[in-house]
């Protein structure tokens, strides 16, 4: 069969790995519904105010071997208007509400087109990602208060938390229904923090973004920084050295243990086991001064180079031998703990079903069943050791401590195995300048990041979109809630342990 | 009676609610320095709730607008009966002057008037917090209220008396009577009641930071300056009562009558001695302990319930 005769280019396995189309708005839902259907997820999606047109950009991904497409809408006219995929994808319908809000592009068949990013006190009309959008305007009095739905029956009352809390947590609002200690419903309100990341990008040279990009989210530096990278050697056709692969690897890894390593403990100290709190502690002070001593800084800032990586050293691979002593000490001592236990046990479960049906990334999809993994469905070239899912799934607090276990041990053996290889310590290719755009996915320690960037011929971005898989799973921990006590919230949410930063941008 | 024996019995009272008071947040001190021992950290000074206290005190008063008078007279009435009870029980002698109206159960609903005032002025507060923290510390407490009434039954036994120094001063001159059945189960049930009632692990964390779990803390999280402190003090002086309490029932020893200065110096010796042991020995629990599901928390009660009445038919049965 030619690639003529196919109703979609995507099939034709001869085709590109990456391919962008752009086509009209009324054949976008069928192309989407037929990458669907043949094992594409939705990455990401958002809109791209060029000079010469409005476009709405769709990513959807799949792997392996790794294989990207891009649907292109272009859009004209005053009041741009998308078909919404909300029934196609749940992801979509949330990506569709931020191009409501940012690029005021409508999706037409949304079945909730209310506000996602913007509070109610921003004007009306007002879309700040609009290159007309002006000056910020003025806020005004919530002129429509948050539409919480109100629960109502014998016994219900309402318990508000946050934005401020009492612990050095990041801003968010709770509202939860409650009757007697059985949470009926609850309502995260977010973007307290959207502090317009995506515009920052724009106009910046590629060179210098990378550092704002490494601060999208502060624990996982390496998680967007190398998504970044990725994104603009994509766009600009970069060549990346092998071995600047596996340092970049090291370093992600490097990552995911030190954040990994502080939740199992964090997980404890939600049930009242401070000594394992203390202990996972006393480890992540030890990995960040073993971050210190590769990247000369503790959060690993700086390893992950466009084009290339550098690092100061390398541990020898038996440090990660001790390493993994000690956190299986405090593992041990936690597991061992029968009230430990039986709060974990059941508690905050999220279900296969419903894991997938929102598109839940990373750990906590894992810890749902789910086998997807960046690290394996679209690998850094040449390094792609053997992942193995921990079968730890039951998706419930236990369920999410254990993956997180098992990652831990997973990274320890990459890091081992890439920390023994010879080579460099500093790689640096050569950036290519070039106009274009390109995407990049990495495995951060919570899950996939997307990033994706149009470069100017001046090697200077004109717009970034990123996806922290924390916008994909924040919707899953309200589902996760259904029929666990009050008390139990802040242990689920610990388990989910989602970034407020990188949701809100 | 002579009159330099009640001028001592009187004296002893005194001493011992200013040993209440100053001990009290010495020990939670020690507590925490306890549990900073077992993760490793150098922990804050033993006196730090001391200094706490001072700068709590000399803060302004912040009160929420809409609370009534409830709400800064709780932490009045709570401190005020801890001290009475202070005052009564027998701490540092068998003999306090009032002793005589120290019967258990009077203690134990002079106790609960300072929890009730707390749980009401937490609703008072007017927020979600005062209230969910209320009516879990209810509830709570009255999960624990039949296990230590039972419990009290059985202590009556040995000393024909549910007076809590004629129940001490009977432990003094017949001390094999700790060793029998009912003693020993009424002393397991003491235990989870006074580690519920005072808000510590497995039942309450009183370190967390989240509101949503909290029990004892969201009840008084409303509470600022000097009405914290005076929560603060009154929270502490309970905990310190109740170890006291339970420290002169299973062991007392140095508990003499107030009939002279050195004999209540050495009671007071001997109380800070055997209080800081349990203290020690609770935080020491706490570490390796964590906190339960709220609603596992009836079926800890009941044990300690079914302790109580195991402690009652042995008391008839063992004779």
């Known amino acids: 069969m030619s690639a003529a005769a196919l109703p979609w280019p995507w099939l034709d396995q001869s085709q590109p790995a990456r391919q962008s189309i752009e086509l009209p708005a009324g054949e976008l839902y069928e192309a989407a519904q037929s990458l669907f259907s043949h094992g594409y997820r939705l990455a990401l999606a958002g809109a791209v105010d060029a000079p010469a047109a409005l476009r709405a950009v769709y990513l959807f991904t799949a792997g392996a071997p790794d294989r990207r497409v891009e649907l292109v809408v272009r859009l004209m006219g005053e009041k741009p208007q998308v078909p919404s995929l909300a029934a196609l994808s749940f992801p979509a319908s949330r990506f569709e509400r931020e191009m409501k809000d940012l690029f005021g592009i409508e999706p037409l068949g949304h079945p909730l087109p209310r506000r996602l990013v913007l509070h109610q006190h921003w004007p009306e009309g007002w879309h700040p990602m609009r290159h007309d959008a002006g000056p910020t305007p003025e806020m005004v009095d919530e002129a429509a208060p948050y539409p919480f739905v109100q629960v109502q029956g014998p016994g219900v009352y309402e318990i508000p938390v946050g934005p401020v809390h009492a612990g050095l947590i990041e801003p968010g609002h709770f509202r939860f229904s409650v009757v007697g200690e059985t949470i009926l419903k609850m309502k995260a309100r977010l973007w307290f923090l959207h502090k317009g990341v995506e515009r920052l990008f724009e106009g910046s040279d590629v060179r210098s973004a990378l550092e704002l990009a490494e601060r999208i989210s502060g624990d996982t530096a390496v998680g967007h920084g190398l998504a970044y990278c990725l994104a603009v050697e994509e766009a600009t056709g970069t060549q990346v050295p092998a071995r600047a692969s596996e340092l970049r690897m090291i370093l992600l890894e490097l990552e995911r243990i030190y954040n990994h390593v502080a939740d199992v403990g964090a997980m404890c100290n939600d049930v009242g086991f401070g000594i394992v709190h203390a202990k996972a502690l006393t480890l992540r002070e030890r990995l960040l001064r073993l971050n210190a001593s590769v990247t000369g800084h503790r959060l690993l800032r700086g390893g992950v180079r466009l084009a290339g990586a550098q690092v100061a050293k390398l541990p020898a691979p038996r440090e990660f031998e001790s390493i993994g002593d000690q956190f299986h000490d405090l593992v041990d001592l936690a597991l061992g703990q029968g009230i430990v236990m039986d709060r974990f046990t059941g508690t905050g479960a999220l279900s296969a079903a419903d894991a997938e049906a929102i598109g839940v990334l990373g750990v906590v999809a894992r810890a749902s069943g789910s086998s997807f993994d960046v690290r394996a469905a679209h690998p850094l070239a040449a390094v792609a050791p053997e992942f193995t899912t921990s079968g730890a799934a039951t998706g419930d607090v236990l369920g999410r401590f254990r993956t997180r276990v098992g990652e831990v041990d997973q990274s320890l053996g990459i890091l081992a195995d890439l920390c023994d290889r010879p080579g460099a310590l500093q790689v640096e290719g050569v950036l290519r300048q070039a106009n274009g755009s390109g995407s990049g996915l990495t495995e951060g320690w919570r899950g996939a990041i997307a990033h994706r960037a149009e470069v100017d011929a001046q090697g200077r971005l004109t717009r970034m979109k990123v996806v922290d898989p924390s916008f994909f799973n924040w919707p899953a921990l309200a589902i996760a809630l259904k029929d666990t006590i009050v008390p139990d919230f802040p242990l689920v949410n610990k388990s989910f342990n989602l970034s407020y930063a990188g949701n809100d941008l | ?319």
């Open chain 2, 1 to 319: 009676m002579n009159a330099s024996l009640l001028a001592g019995e009187a004296l002893a009272a005194v001493v011992q609610v200013v040993a209440l008071a100053l001990g009290a947040p010495v020990l939670l001190g020690l507590m925490r320095k306890v549990r900073a021992h077992f993760e490793g950290r150098v922990g804050q000074p033993v006196v730090q709730p001391l200094r706490d206290l001072r700068k709590l005190f000399r803060k302004e008063r912040m009160r929420p607008d809409q609370a009534t008078w409830i709400f800064p007279a709780a932490p009045v009435v709570l401190v005020a009966t801890v001290a009475v009870a202070g005052a009564i029980s027998p701490l540092v002698t068998t003999r306090p002057a009032l002793g005589g109206s120290a019967d258990l159960f009077a203690l134990v609903y002079l106790l609960l008037i300072g929890s009730t005032v707390l749980a009401l002025a937490g609703m008072d507060s007017g927020t979600a917090f005062g209230g969910m923290g209320a009516s879990r510390a209810v509830t709570i407490g009255a999960l624990a209220e039949p296990a230590l009434l039972v419990t009290i039954l059985a202590l009556s036994f040995g000393a024909h008396s549910s007076n809590l120094p004629a129940i001490v001063q009977a432990t003094v001159l017949h001390p094999e009577i700790l060793a029998t059945p009912q003693r020993l189960f009424s002393l397991g049930a003491l235990v989870v009641v006074v580690v519920a009632e005072s808000g510590r692990l497995p039942v309450d964390n009183p370190a967390t930071h989240l509101e949503l779990t909290m029990i004892h803390e969201a009840m008084i999280l409303e509470y600022a300056g000097p009405d914290l402190a005076l929560v603060t003090v009154g929270e502490a002086m309970r905990l310190a009562l109740l170890l006291g309490i339970l420290v002169n029932v299973v062991a007392p020893w140095g508990v003499g009558a107030a009939d002279s200065l050195p004999a209540i110096a050495l009671g007071v010796v001997a109380l800070a001695v055997k209080v800081t042991a349990a203290g020690v020995a609770l935080a020491v629990f706490e570490v390796f302990t964590a906190k339960m599901r709220l609603f596992r928390l009836p079926e800890l009660l009941a044990g300690a319930f079914m302790l109580g009445v195991l402690a009652v038919v042995s008391g008839l049965v063992v004779r």
